[in-house]
Structures are given as C-alpha cells and as structure tokens.
C-alpha cells in the first residue's frame, strides 16, 4: 500500500514550502504523474505569504504539470464570506485576504480567537470543495517531523 496513493475526493493542502511540494511531488509520482480528476491540488494565499513561496509554487505548476488552485478568502457585506481563484500574477500580495478577514469579524485575531488558519485556509477550501459540488472529501495536509503539536491536535 502505497501512503501517497490518495483516493478523492480529496483536497491536497499545498503551503508553498519544500515538505508540502515533496509531498505533491510523492503523490504525484504514486498516480503516474497525474492528478486524479477527484484530487485536487490547492493553496490558500493570505497575501503575506512570501515572493519566494509563490515562485515555488509557479515553478511547481510548471516543471510537473500540476494543476494547482490558488485560492483566497474574500468578504463582503453584500455577499458573505467566500473565495476567490487567483493565480501568480493575480495573487494578492498585500495582505487583502488577511484584511477581507478582519473586516468579516469586526476585530484582529488574537491569543484567544486565531481565526486565520480556519477562516483563510480551511473555511476557503472547504467552500471551494462545495462549489465543485462535494459534500464529502478528504484533506491531505503535510506535517514535518518538527511540528509535533499540529500532529497532537
């Protein structure tokens, strides 16, 4: 049984880094190459994220053949939350995810409310998914062997 061999629905969290693009490059590799059409490779941008990440992820979109969605956190009094798919060029490179977020809550995150991650990468995915019409999917999500708090919660 191979680990990388991913079944979908399913969403791959791409962060940009080096263990999230071995770990794209792994499952690519278990499938042949390709993505299944149900597996979809994605990357939630804040807009803070740095110059050097978003090159990666480009060059990773480009050298394999990946499809890769960019995706960010948007709101508006009119309609909601939501999201929006971007690419390198039209990333948002000053923080206006961040931003739409704050706005969305009336306040900054703080020690006892972090509502980044959840509301700019798992609530964006997750809309994204519902969009495409899943109700149900796995999220592949890539942890280094030194991050062993994330793995607890």
Not at 14 to 35: C, E, K
Not at 94 to 118: D, H, K, L, W
Request: aromatic share 10%; hydrophobic share 35%; proline share 6%.
């Amino acid at each position: 049984m191979n680990p990388y061999k991913i079944e979908g629905p399913a969403i791959i969290q791409v962060s940009g880094g080096r263990t999230s693009g071995f770990m794209l490059r792994q499952i690519l590799d278990a499938h042949g190459g390709t993505l299944p059409d149900d597996v979809k490779a994605c990357f939630q941008n804040t807009g803070k994220e740095h110059e050097a990440t978003l090159v990666f992820l480009r060059e990773m979109q480009r050298r394999w053949g990946v499809p890769i969605t960019w995706l960010e956190f948007t709101w508006s009094k009119d309609a909601g939350k939501g999201f929006r798919v971007v690419d390198y060029c039209a990333a948002s490179r000053n923080g206006e995810p961040f931003e739409a977020a704050i706005q969305s809550r009336s306040y900054p995150p703080n020690p006892m409310v972090r509502f980044c991650t959840v509301e700019m990468k798992i609530r964006t995915a997750a809309r994204f998914t519902r969009s495409l019409g899943w109700k149900e999917h796995s999220r592949v999500v890539g942890i280094r062997a030194d991050e062993p708090r994330r793995v607890a919660r």
